[in-house]
Every structure is written in C-alpha cells, then in structure tokens.
T-cell receptor, first 116, second 118 residues
Framework: AQKITQTQPGMFVQEKEAVTLDCTYD???????LFWYKQPSSGEMIFLIY??????QNATEGRYSLNFQKARKSANLVISASQLGDSAMYFC?????????????FGSGTRLSIRP | ETGVTQTPRHLVMGMTNKKSLKCEQH?????MYWYKQSAKKPLELMFV???????ENNSVPSRFSPECPNSSHLFLHLHTLQPEDSALYLC?????????????????FGEGSWLTVV
C-alpha cells in the first residue's frame, strides 16, 4: 500500500502567488517524522522542512510552512510569495518508528512550475 | 553545501566496464544510504549502512556492490551494468538512534551522480 501520496503530478503557479503542495501519508506508528525536499533540474535533493508527529505547532522555515493535519494524515507544503527559483520537483517523505533501522519513504513528487 | 559530497557528478560507462561512485559525509552521521532515481519513477532505496554495517538491501542486483569502510565514506561499485541502470544515484546520510523520531533524523543528500550506461 502507498505510504506517501502526492496527488498533483504537476502544477503551474504565477510568480508571487502562494502555492500548496499536497501530501497524505499512512502509518500506524505514533512516532514519525515528515519531511519535504526540493529537487531542481540539477538533481540535488534539498531538505526544506521537518514536522514531527508530536509537534503541536506547524513547522515554518522562511517562505515554507507545513500545514500538518494529524487526524487527516496530511502534511501539505505551503510556499508563500513564489519565486521563479522555486520551479523544481518537490517530494514529501516520512520516517516511522523508534527503530534505528527505520527508513525514509518518499512520495512520487510534484513538479512545480512558476510562471513570470 | 549539504555536507554530503558525491563524485563523479557524471559518468558514462560501457556495459563491460567497472567503475565506482564515491560518497563522503562531513556531518558526523552514523548512517549512509544509496538511492536510485530513474526517469518517471519514485526514489528507490537501494542500501542502508548503519555504523558501517549493512542493514538493508532492497533486492538490488549483484552488479551493484556497496562498500562502507567507515561511517563517513560510502562507495557503490558498478560492473557489467545494463542500459536500464542509467539513472541518478543519490547518496545520503542521517543520524539514527533509538527513541522518538525527531528533526535530528533528517536525511541529507549529496548532489547525485548521473550515470549513463551505453
């Protein structure tokens, strides 16, 4: 079963507008972490933001914020005031559990294109 | 600069060649990973090393051979590859440990090695 679902394969947004990238997840663990990464065409995977399952407040990092709705199992990324340099693939990911062997699972990604 | 360095950035090799990808992390992490990213496919975890011990091998063909001599270095040895092995290979590292998952378990990636098998 898919553990991380990103339902938007591609999105086009006008520069300076805010954009929300959707992510839903599936886990039965109480302790888990949610991550968002940005991948430009150069290939590097850039860490953007982290949300822990026990965190009561939504995570924010500059123009990035995470809309965490635990009961709905969603962790949407919000980018405010989008810029041309935000055009990239965006991946949602999750790490489960207490085990030191726990691994991180990635969604299929959303390609975001910013229009000037 | 993420603290994870991969070389080479680009590699073209024939199906009979033997080559290696190298990864080095300067973050003091205890776990290192190899991921494969093919066009139009999700990121695939290949290998995980925790304190130099391999803890995961996701049914990767034996033509891919990992080596982790210490917790800072990770290699992927390549031999007799197929054209379908052409992909972006990403190395990553993180800190793993018992207890609640936290921001300290964030996984950091290198810039990737673009591999083309001809």
């Amino acid at each position: 079963a898919q553990k991380i679902t990103q339902t938007q394969p591609g999105m086009f947004v006008q520069e300076k507008e805010a954009v929300t990238l959707d992510c839903t997840y599936d886990t039965s663990d109480q302790s888990y972490g949610l991550f968002w990464y940005k991948q430009p065409s150069s290939g590097e995977m850039i860490f953007l933001i982290y949300q822990g399952s026990y965190d009561e407040q939504n995570a924010t990092e500059g123009r990035y914020s995470l809309n965490f709705q635990k009961a709905r199992k969603s962790a949407n990324l919000v980018i405010s005031a989008s810029q041309l340099g935000d055009s990239a693939m965006y991946f949602c990911a999750m790490r489960e559990g207490y085990s030191s062997a726990s691994k991180i699972i990635f969604g299929s990604g959303t390609r975001l294109s910013i229009r000037p | 600069e993420t603290g994870v360095t991969q070389t080479p950035r680009h590699l073209v090799m024939g199906m009979t060649n033997k080559k290696s990808l190298k990864c080095e992390q300067h973050l003091g992490h205890n776990a290192m990973y190899w991921y494969k990213q093919s066009a139009k496919k999700p990121l695939e975890l290949m290998f995980v090393y925790n304190f130099k011990e391999q803890t995961e091998n996701n049914s990767v063909p034996s033509r891919f051979s990992p080596e982790c001599p210490n917790s800072s270095h990770l290699f992927l040895h390549l031999h007799t590859l197929q054209p379908e092995d052409s992909a972006l290979y990403l190395c990553a590292s993180s800190q793993l440990g018992q207890g609640r998952v936290g921001s300290g378990n964030t996984i950091y990636f290198g810039e990737g090695s673009w591999l083309t098998v001809v």
